[in-house]
DNA sequence: GCTTGACTTCGAGCGCGCTCGAAGTCGTAG
DNA sequence: CTACGACTTCGAGCGCGCTCGAAGTCAAGC
């Protein structure tokens, strides 16, 4: 099998993932994907492993890893299953970081929920609350 | 009254917010915080409404509100009480933001920690399973 | 009077994560 | 043979949110 027949071209991995061309092609430059394989015509050819790979990026990425994280974990991902260990300690930490992210998140939408019920009650033509005079 | 008793020097607001000095003064340039009450030697002595805006502002930042809108709201804000439904509606649009990262972001941490499980089954010793292939 | 240190202003610089555009190559359609 | 359009590389530039440092002022203590 020379060359699988489910391969993507750049534009339709863009579309599919929704990472620009300009920002597939940033990451692989950066050592973020491993060389993708190519056509003849020197064009990216993306395949499933690829396509696996930008996926866990994109989560990686929605959950705010820096992408120097991101690179360590890639590294480590290129030089075999001898690092699962590794990976599966920077991936908790992350999550763990996530996690707190997460609950401070929550705890700051209460407030701003209650800012909001402060607002109706001020629109409502009570007495301003004092959160309120600015 | 004069002056408040209870102004704070910028090095106090720095440790009590959590906000260094250099920001301090450039939210104020920027006009995120009105120009802060002055000392007669010219140094900056912050009071309580200028600590609640702070507040105030550490929350927005920490949903990830970006500068420009926290500006659109400060300078209603300083338009006074007309502008309560206005800012309403900016914070209200700002919470369905939030609401929508965090569900988003609880979708991810799902599936980063059914990751995590596939790690550890591989640590334990069965088949590696196709998500570690990389 | 002099030093110390906390403040002041101002403009330049930085790290991050892209984003863009110029210039070139390739393969197919007319 | 030419024109087109999708790709390629490469380096420069950008927007965000600070961050820093130089140079000056002021008040208090020795």
Redesign the interface.
């Known amino acids: 099998m020379p060359e699988p027949s489910d391969a993507l071209t750049i534009r339709e991995v863009a579309e599919k993932t929704g990472i620009t061309t300009h920002t597939l092609r940033y990451y692989e430059r950066i050592g973020l994907v491993q060389p993708v394989p190519r056509a003849k015509s020197g064009h990216r050819r993306y395949g499933e492993?690829e396509l696996?790979?930008l996926d866990?990026l994109k989560?990686l990425h929605?959950?705010e890893m820096p992408i120097r994280k991101m690179l360590e974990y890639a590294r480590l991902?290129r030089r075999g299953?001898t690092t699962?260990?590794a990976?599966?300690a920077l991936?908790?930490a992350?999550?763990i970081e996530?996690?707190a992210?997460?609950e401070?998140?929550?705890a700051?939408?209460g407030?701003?929920?209650k800012?909001?019920a402060s607002?109706?009650r001020?629109?409502a033509g009570r007495a301003?609350d004092h959160?309120?005079?600015?």
Do not use: G, M
């Open positions: 492993p696996r790979w866990l989560k929605a959950t991902a299953e699962i260990a990976r599966r991936l908790d992350h999550r996530v996690e992210k997460l401070h998140l929550q700051t939408l407030t701003i929920r800012k909001l607002y109706d001020a629109l301003p959160a309120l005079s600015r």
